[in-house]
């Protein structure tokens, strides 16, 4: 996003003469406080930057979904198939073959990796 002070305040800058069109957002006080190098509230910078917590709790909402759902067996060579060639998202590959989308990713890496020492 580029910071334009003379243009700060519209909605948006027309510059005919290059055919140029910039959209423009007012810089917020904790914006502009960051960018001087003056303290910022937590809040600011947790919505800038996620924290490791916030990603591990992401992590685990996003495989929780489908872990321990789906009783351990053997792989078929169809699943691996259907695993390496990864036409449709391991969401739905998951649904259709009963994995966890843990164990499809895990397993399409396994299968790359020999296919790549061979």
């Excluded at 957002?25 to 600011?44: F, Q």
Aim: with cysteine; net charge positive; charged share 45%.
């Amino acid at each position: 996003m580029c910071k334009l002070k003379f243009f700060e305040g519209s909605e948006r800058a027309d510059l005919p003469e290059k055919n140029i069109f910039l959209t423009v957002r007012k810089i917020s006080d904790s914006e502009k406080k960051a960018s001087k190098g003056e303290n910022v509230s937590n809040e600011v910078t947790e919505k800038r930057k996620p924290t490791r917590e916030r990603k591990r709790i992401d992590r685990k909402r996003y495989y929780g979904k489908t872990a321990n759902l789906y009783p351990k067996r053997a792989w078929t060579a169809e699943e691996n198939k259907l695993v390496l060639e990864h036409s449709i998202p391991d969401s739905e590959l998951s649904k259709k073959i009963q994995r966890s989308v843990k164990s499809i990713q895990e397993k399409r890496r396994r299968l790359r990796t020999e296919q790549s020492e061979d």
